[in-house]
């Protein structure tokens, strides 16, 4: 069974460093990897996804993420960070094809400083 | 180009009632999945719905149903609600013919049980 871990509670970065979000995964065959973000009372909102070729993904937002096959990593990746980026954020991690359900890591709570 | 609605936003109950959540895809979505999100957690996957039958399914009791219509809406039922039934109740959906493209979530229904 595939698995997500997001191995910090809350990152804190002062507005316009770099921000960083941490995921390791666990699966089966090749892995499809995807981040969201979660605005308080909404849903989850897509971000970005790495399904095979560059280990750079460049997504919404001016995020990007990078996967590491050898240490089985898809951090997730700012520049420079805007209050606005404030959120929940949620590492998944989906099977081989025929198993489409999405397993999530337990997220992390970004706080950007002014 | 309307997304994925779902409804009600809010729902009280108390234990041992039975609950229905409601879920229309995005338009051009044909798989329907549901997913219970737990105070502080990550979404955890109930079961997947396409060509209104259940394709697949995560840990959950069978008190949890559901159900998906020709026009690709679905539902999830809960009977016997405990309070540990409390959650965020998302739903997500997606086309099966994009193999890799990402799910589109709702906005969920919030769910209390006193």
């Known amino acids: 069974a595939q698995s997500v871990a997001q191995p910090e509670d809350q990152v804190n970065v002062a507005e316009g460093n770099p921000l960083t979000v941490k995921c390791t995964y666990s699966?089966?065959?090749?892995?499809?990897l995807f981040w969201y973000v979660q605005y308080p009372n909404r849903g989850l909102q897509f971000l970005l996804k790495?399904?095979?070729?560059?280990?750079l993904v460049k997504g919404s937002y001016g995020f990007e993420a990078e996967f590491n096959k050898s240490q089985t990593s898809f951090h997730l990746k700012k520049p420079s960070a805007l209050v606005s980026d404030s959120a929940l954020y949620f590492c998944?991690?989906?099977?081989?094809?025929?198993?489409?359900?999405?397993?999530f890591g337990k997220g992390n709570q970004v706080v950007v400083i002014p | 180009d309307a997304g994925v609605t779902q409804s009600p936003t809010h729902l009280i109950k108390t234990r041992g009632q039975q609950v229905t959540l409601r879920c229309s895809p995005k338009?051009?979505?044909?798989?329907v999945s549901w997913y219970q999100q737990a105070l502080g957690q990550g979404p955890q996957f109930i079961f997947q719905?396409?060509?209104?039958?259940?394709?697949q399914r995560g840990n959950f009791p069978d008190r949890f149903s559901g159900h998906q219509f020709p026009n690709y809406s679905s539902e999830l039922n809960v009977n016997a609600l405990l309070l540990g039934d409390s959650a965020l109740y998302l739903c997500?959906?997606?086309?099966?013919?994009?193999?890799?493209?990402?799910?589109?979530f709702g906005d969920g229904t919030r769910l209390s049980i006193l």
């Open positions: 997500a959906s997606s086309s099966d013919r994009g193999v890799h493209q990402p799910q589109h």
């Open positions: 699966v089966s065959g090749n892995p499809y």
């Open positions: 790495y399904i095979t070729g560059d280990n």
């Open positions: 998944a991690v989906r099977g081989p094809y025929g198993n489409n359900r999405l397993a």
């Open positions: 338009s051009g979505h044909d798989t």
């Open positions: 719905y396409y060509e209104e039958e259940e394709r």
